[in-house]
């Protein structure tokens, strides 16, 4: 059976819809295609003002699992927008809380009940780790900015040392794109070593100190 298309005025209402979620959500198509991964082709197909095309059933897994959009919102405008969390079965909060209780019960020698009253709500867990991960994301990300810098930087430089040595003139030895990046990468794993070093120690640190049970939380927390 040859492949369907969809109704061109439907298209053009879904592409209207994935286009509000899209600003609402990540204010431009450009962050949508850098935080998504979604190659510009699809992206550009997907929001064209005559003939859009339609997200298929993959790009609607990834969207409605990463980001809670409701495929029924987007393909036909009924229901919410997004995918209540309550609704997802085994929210991730609960997941990381429950596998944290598990392994800390198993280090400390005591019983689930005992780590349950120890460890704060759900919802404090899951953001202490999203704030700790949110750290080293943007600081890779601002390395990763200033290495493009740098090699399109060096890659001027090169062009014009070309053009010196044609003109017979002196140039002074610099690096290569080859070596630039290999220095990139090293810098990299070296971050990544220190950052599990200072979690080690952290580890270190907490497991000799006994657990304590839970003090009441700020309200916001709770």
Request: overall charge positive; hydrophobic content about 40%.
């Amino acid at each position: 059976m040859p492949r369907q298309r969809v109704e061109a005025a439907r298209a053009k209402e879904i592409a209207w819809r994935l286009s509000s979620f899209v600003f609402k959500t990540f204010g431009s198509w450009y962050r949508f295609h850098q935080q998504s991964e979604v190659p510009r082709p699809t992206i550009l197909a997907w929001h064209r003002k005559r003939d859009p095309s339609v997200p298929d059933v993959p790009y609607l897994l990834q969207f409605a699992a990463d980001y809670q959009l409701n495929p029924l919102w987007l393909l036909l405008g009924i229901g919410p927008e997004r995918i209540e969390r309550t609704e997802l079965p085994e929210p991730i909060e609960e997941r990381l809380r429950e596998t944290l209780i598990a392994d800390l019960a198993t280090l400390e020698g005591v019983s689930r009940r005992q780590v349950d009253r120890c460890l704060p709500p759900r919802e404090f867990v899951y953001r202490a780790a999203l704030v700790e991960m949110t750290r080293m994301v943007r600081v890779m990300t601002a390395w990763d900015h200033e290495a493009a810098k740098e090699e399109r930087r060096l890659k001027r430089r090169l062009k014009a040392t070309d053009k010196a040595g044609q003109a017979g003139m002196a140039v002074d030895p610099m690096e290569t794109l080859a070596e630039m990046r290999a220095r990139h990468a090293e810098e990299r794993t070296a971050f990544k070593a220190r950052e599990i070093a200072s979690w080690a120690a952290k580890e270190d640190a907490t497991t000799r100190r006994p657990l304590e049970p839970r003090r009441p939380w700020p309200r916001h927390l709770a």
